[in-house]
Nanobody, 119 residues
Framework: QVQLVESGGGLVQSGGSLTLACAAA????????VAWYRQAPGRQRELVAQ???????KYADSVKGRFTISRDRANDMVYLYINTLKPQDTARYYC?????????????WGPGTQVNVSS
């Protein structure tokens, strides 16, 4: 089992910056991939940034050049550095970590942190 808790959300003006953090606890040695997703009201949850099991980073086109994902394995933390925020970035941001247990995989989610961007 892995428990995730996000922090760092808030209300920011357009053009501002935020750093979101995700703290993991539990059987973190099994984690093979980490990601940030977001979900705006009335919309589906979407992938924002990911570090996959091959340590390759991937970003949604809408955030490329503005968002950076980073993983601190030693402290079981994952960060999302957000610059040049836009009103359309307003959403609840979720940390996701994928764990491998032999031939099985499991997705873990945090409760999310809200980001609101004012124009």
């Amino acid at each position: 089992q892995v428990q995730l808790v996000e922090s760092g959300g808030g209300l920011v003006q357009s053009g501002g910056s935020l750093t979101l953090a995700c703290a993991a606890a539990g059987n973190t040695d099994s984690i093979i991939a980490v990601a940030w997703y977001r979900q705006a009201p009335g919309r589906q949850r979407e992938l924002v940034a990911q570090i996959n099991k091959d340590q390759i980073t991937k970003y949604a086109d809408s955030v490329k050049g503005r968002f950076t994902i980073s993983r601190d394995r030693a402290n079981d933390m994952v960060y999302l550095y957000i610059n040049t925020l836009k009103p359309q970035d307003t959403a609840r941001y979720y940390c996701n970590e994928e764990a491998e247990y032999g031939d099985n995989w499991w997705d873990y989610w945090g409760p999310g942190t809200q980001v609101n961007v004012s124009s």
